[in-house]
């Protein structure tokens, strides 16, 4: 080694100059974003430049984060700053000092090469990236290939095996007294459709063991814990769900807080960014989640529509076939259930929408949304018989004896409560109806661009926002009755739905009458 | 329209507060990003949050930005900060007011997610998605899926079609009154391939017309563009490009600086985080770089060996085949090249090492590297046959004499100080010499792993750095001669490139003497 020609030791232990850390109080939603100042000598001398990726390390601890640089007064030449994400994953306190590096190369993005070039993913290579997700050494840039890449191809068995083997292993993974642990996933893309906290309800009325978790919506305008975060706390331990489990037979919580599958939201973070859903990703998600929990007998409820998630029946057949099949490989009895979507299932759409229709159900309101209820009950009577907790073929009427005599929405209170507490959605702040034009018949209903409706009007982020839909599939209209009520926290977002509802009018498509 | 039941006239133009633009001096490397303080009550109405994309108004002019916020005093809830991209796209003076949106929709998305999904490209999708990808419309995440949706999928001529047609439409498009316009490109992959500047100074001494455009590096240690970097200036506009060739015959310039391919930077970004090479993108970006340069006659070199770019008689055949296909469809008249790329070329890995080797070359220095002289002259040959710049058959001869006789020198130093200025390359501050550790004879040489060497040296991003090989397969060695020398400018970058080093001692395989 020589500094103009003069040798210099490198075997020698460097001294690393610390850098001085500093809170920048940046919330980035679990993005690691380090700044340091352009003449900061450490990044010089370690050649690291804007954008690059880096290592900081302090201790035994380390995070990956993406560099900026600033020539300004914000980060010192001997600070870095740190967004929220890097602070806490490195447990700071301010004025600790940390030193800056390259980070060691990343081995997963071998496998993750491989995989964009057309190759099944083996199980090592699976393992190797959610092992880097998880720990934040693959970017967002860098999961985004990944995810396309898995979505580009057909959704192979033996591939999902892998992708939810892996899964399972970087996260916690509980264990049940019971010999049976049921448990329920609706593959989702139907607007509404929130059974589960019917069914679970009934079930563990019934005496069943069923640790449900749910996620929030990826591309959708609610997911079932987006939906539960408007009534209870879903954001619990892993410890938290098996003591409300071990109390009330089910509970009805947050995936993402238990660490049962840590990648997830990661992943989803990506694939809402490409608005974007992949197969294998999501059997291999749904799969892992239910393993994690430690459930033995899963039923699968597939809606099929022109514009449900699962447009075919030979789509959802195919699916169902995945979800068997990686069940199998892990032990798992999963039942599959083919439904209609063809329109939405309550009345409303959007997280404290959705939680209304629940309650009405549970409390059997006259007005209750009536495919809503009879959804709930069909699920909950197959899971019923599956767990034995009724003679085979009285599944149905047990059901129903539970939701009617009121034992259904005492163990949902009973659940919320252990849960942290119960309460009523809110209402969003401003509404906006939709009249119908002319007097019509309902032809068809296009829960896609319904979905969009409620995004633009601010659902999932939004928990009272999102549209109330006053009419079916072949119903008669008259001018000026409601067809749809828009729901807004801003009048901004409430602009925006409104836009779009007038370049898409034809969404709920009429049949002169 | 109703507030807890009141009506609010949403068709009135609403007044939207504008935020006064803050100049962080971010840098982000052509990344838009903007920062609100977390109790801003515009992006709260807008209900915008964390790592959404938004869109910032100024007058006419626009931006797409990703959005974090700030609790505390970087930014006041009345303002914006902006990194130094957004600033610039934007044309701000400090103080501008600018109104913060929910970006519309992005309708490349959705011909984006059908190629993620195995279709192929339309023109119009392709020509939508890199519009989108110019404007900044779409984010690295969603280049990325884009990318990687592209590698996923065998090459095909009319998809390239489609990607060429697209980016010669959003870049400029330059004209000759020449008929005859020439140029080359090498397909990479061979550490110290670099031909360009002498076929380009032979080419042009013989009076062709030859407006050189390169590319800096994606995944290698140094692009032509670096290594140009260090002898001349390279970042013209296309107008100083026009004066260049029209003055000198040819030039030598850096392609993003000319907005001939203006997505380029922004794709070969997303490329380097993956380190992914695509070829339906590559052969793309080459193919549309010289229609929207005016050529007519084009020669693409393709070196082939086990650790080149391409690594098969058989990839090279069908990489050939899709420039010609694709200059075909374009008018073009394209020849290919398939050359032997077993080991590298130059003796210098690296920008200003190359640069070096160069030099060496066209002041035929009696220790030039000759595969580089040799190769230069076969390309210039073709090329002046091509051009009908000598009799058929007389290329080699040609090219000989005006190498040896000092004209292709001069044209060299002519070129250079028509786009600015002559100088020659520095030395890095740093080097260390690795020697054989025993008498042997060189069997092979990984090309892959001495560009990852030269990489973690700091090339390209540290002009000087990289490695100089001073050995060729079948070359005796003795123990204590050198294999090897790193160049660097800090002791980190020598330090990770000489661990890497010690891990793979095998990249230089060694037969026992």
Redesign the interface.
């Known amino acids: ?5 003069d040798d ?1 030791d ?1 075997d020698a232990p ?1 001294e690393l100059t610390p850098l001085k850390a500093k809170r ?6 679990r ?1 690691s ?1 380090a ?1 340091v100042n ?1 003449r900061c000598t450490v990044a ?4 690291l ?3 690059a ?1 880096v290592e900081l390390r302090i201790e035994e601890r380390q995070a990956i984060a993406r560099l ?5 007064t ?1 980060v010192a030449t001997d600070e870095i700053g740190l ?1 929220e994400t890097a602070w806490q994953k490195l447990g700071l306190n301010e004025g600790d000092e940390l030193t800056l590096h ?1 980070p060691r190369s990343i081995s997963s ?1 071998g496998g ?2 491989r995989k ?3 190759h099944r993913l083996s199980a090592g290579h699976a393992a190797e990236i959610f092992r880097d997700i998880v720990d934040g050494r693959l ?4 999961i ?6 898995l ?3 057909p959704p192979e068995v033996s591939e999902i095996v892998a992708l939810t083997q892996a899964m399972v292993a970087i996260g916690d993974r509980l264990t049940w007294p019971d010999n049976v642990v049921v448990d329920k996933h609706c593959v989702g893309g139907l607007p509404g459709n929130r059974t589960t906290p019917i069914v679970v309800s009934i079930v563990a009325a019934a005496g069943l063991t069923i640790p449900k978790t749910s996620s929030r919506a990826i591309t959708s305008p609610a997911g079932t814990a987006d939906t539960l975060a408007t009534l209870t706390r879903v954001d619990l331990s892993g410890e938290e769900m098996r003591q409300v489990v071990e109390q009330q037979g089910g509970c009805m919580v947050w995936g993402g807080g238990v660490e049962l599958s840590p990648a997830d939201d990661l992943v989803i ?2 694939e809402r ?4 859903d992949c197969t294998s990703q999501m059997v291999a998600s749904v799969m892992s989640k239910k393993i994690a929990a430690g459930s033995t007998h899963v039923l699968i409820d597939v809606p099929v529509g022109p514009t449900a998630k699962v447009r075919s029946q030979a789509g959802a057949e195919e699916l169902a076939a995945f979800m068997k099949g990686v069940g199998e490989a892990f032990g798992l009895h999963v039942e599959t259930i083919i439904t209609d979507g063809l329109q939405p299932i309550g009345d409303g759409i959007g997280p404290a929408l959705e939680a209304h229709d629940v309650l009405a159900v549970l409390e059997c309101e006259r007005n209750a949304p009536r495919e809503l209820r009879q959804r709930a009950l069909n699920l909950a009577a197959v899971i019923l018989e599956m767990g034995a907790a009724c003679p085979p073929g009285q599944g149905k009427s047990t059901a129903n004896a539970i939701l009617d005599d009121g034992r259904a929405m005492r163990k949902f209170v009973a659940i919320c409560k252990a849960q942290g507490e119960f309460r009523r959605p809110e209402r969003a ?5 939709i009249e119908c034009e002319r007097s019509a018949r309902i032809a068809s209903i296009d829960n896609r661009r319904l979905a969009r409706l409620a995004k633009l009007a ?1 659902a999932p ?2 928990p009272a926002a999102g549209v109330v839909i006053h009419v079916n599939i072949g119903d008669p209209v008259e001018a000026g009755q409601p067809l749809i009520t828009l729901h807004g ?8 739905a ?1 836009d779009y509802y007038r370049m898409n009018t034809d969404l709920i498509e009429k049949f002169a009458k």
Chains 1, 2 share one sequence.
Request: proline content about 0%; overall charge negative; hydrophobic content about 35%.
């Open positions: 080694m020589s500094d103009q020609g210099l490198l460097r920048l109080k940046l919330h980035t939603q993005e974003i700044i352009e010089r001398s370690e050649g430049t804007e954008r990726r900026y640089q600033v020539d300004d914000m967004s390259h993005l993750l090469r964009v070039y057309g970017s967002d840039v860098q985004s290939a990944f995810i396309s890449a979505a580009s191809q973070r990506v960014e490409l608005e974007l702040r401003f509404q906006h109806v601010g982020r939004s926290e801003s009048i901004g977002e409430l602009e925006y409104l």
